[in-house]
T-cell receptor
């Protein structure tokens, strides 16, 4: 079965620190990859996505992620976090083609707390 | 505002009862997805509809059912509610590009 692993349950950083959140998935075929963010009390919002092409993708608010196919990974990075980045971050994967078209498999989420 | 509208935002009910959650997708989106978010299970895919037809089923209990109407809005019906059904229920829609846009969610509390 498809699974998505986010290794960090809770990350605490000071402002201006660099961030890297890990994400690994288990499906061996072609995938689309996503990072969503959920600010306190709000809905999930798309941060960035990878479909094909350059494995380094840039998203909103200075976030980027790198797809490493050989490692089945799609780690999220930001060089300098801000207090307003405090939120829960979800990695998600869907398989290209097949009956699960469009269905997203989510990781358990990583809660990021940034201290001012 | 994501363009996906969910009602009600909050719902408190008792065990054994039945509730209906409603979702209006973004204008032009034909696909609607329902997800359940709970502390112990995380975000779980429940069911997907495309233009009125069921497209995929996930971890949806038999006590739960859903449908998508001709105007593309969708309803998730939860019956014989149990304490463990307390969760945040998200609806999402997509227009075919495999990018889901989520609503604000309906928080269900079963007492």
């Amino acid at each position: 079965a498809q699974s998505v692993s986010q290794h960090n349950h809770h990350v605490i950083l000071s402002e201006a620190a660099s961030l890297e959140l890990g994400c690994n998935y288990s499906y061996g075929g072609t995938v689309n990859l996503f990072w969503y963010v959920q600010y306190p009390g709000q809905h999930l919002q798309l941060l960035l996505k990878y479909f094909s092409g350059d494995p380094l993708v840039k998203g909103i608010k200075g976030f980027e992620a790198e797809f490493i196919k050989s490692k089945f990974s799609f780690n999220l990075r930001k060089p300098s976090v801000q207090w307003s980045d405090t939120a829960e971050y979800f990695c998600a994967v869907n398989r290209v083609g097949g009956s699960t078209l469009g269905r997203l498999y989510f990781g358990r989420g990583t809660q990021l707390t940034v201290w001012p | 505002d994501s363009g996906v509208t969910q009602t009600p935002k909050h719902l408190i009910t008792a065990t054994g009862q039945r509730v209906t959650l409603r979702c209006s997708p973004r204008s032009g989106d034909l696909s609607v997805y329902w997800y359940q978010q709970s502390l112990d299970q995380g975000l779980q895919f429940l069911i997907q509809y495309y233009n009125g037809e069921e497209r995929a089923k996930g971890n949806i209990l038999e006590r739960f059912s859903a449908q998508q109407f001709p105007d593309l809005h969708s309803e998730l019906n939860l019956s014989s509610l149990e304490l463990g059904d307390s969760a945040l229920y998200f609806c999402a829609s997509s227009g075919g590009a495999n990018v889901l846009t989520f609503g604000a969610g309906s928080r269900l509390t079963v007492l």
